[in-house]
Nanobody, 126 residues
Framework: QVQLVESGGGLVQSGGSLRLSCAAS????????IGWFRQAPGKEREGVSC????????YYADSVKGRFTISRDNAKNTVYLQMNSLKPEDTAVYYC???????????????????WGQGTQVTVSS
């Protein structure tokens, strides 16, 4: 069974850090691009960061550049999102998604994703 499972969300104070994980099962990520998306109540879904597993190409939304870092562990079939200097406006449900053979910016800006995770809540208090 193909699954993406996010973990690592929680409640953190402004300026704090969290690391989200996206573990894939039922398929290998080798030919996929993985993206982190978020959606806050009343707002549209936003592509936060994407990474191509094969060569490590990355894309970041302007709102998170310099604060978030996406990485992958091919051996663990897992993608991470390290989030530093968190702000209250980062509060949202964070989802990971996978799409085969997609450029990182295209996926983050206009996802047509093959697989989605169930989401993990990130809450940043002021």
């Amino acid at each position: 069974q193909v699954q993406l499972v996010e973990s690592g969300g929680g409640l953190v104070q402004s300026g704090g850090s969290l690391r989200l994980s996206c573990a894939a099962s039922g398929f290998t990520l080798d030919y996929y691009t993985i993206g982190w998306f978020r959606q806050a109540p009343g707002k549209e879904r936003e592509g936060v960061s994407c990474i191509t597993i094969s060569d490590g190409s990355t894309y970041y939304a302007d709102s998170v550049k310099g604060r978030f870092t996406i990485s992958r562990d091919n051996a663990k079939n897992t993608v991470y999102l390290q989030m530093n200097s968190l702000k209250p406006e980062d509060t949202a449900v964070y989802y990971c998604a996978a799409e085969a053979f997609r450029a990182v910016q295209a996926m983050c800006v206009s996802p047509e994703d093959d697989y989605w995770g169930q989401g993990t809540q990130v809450t940043v208090s002021s």
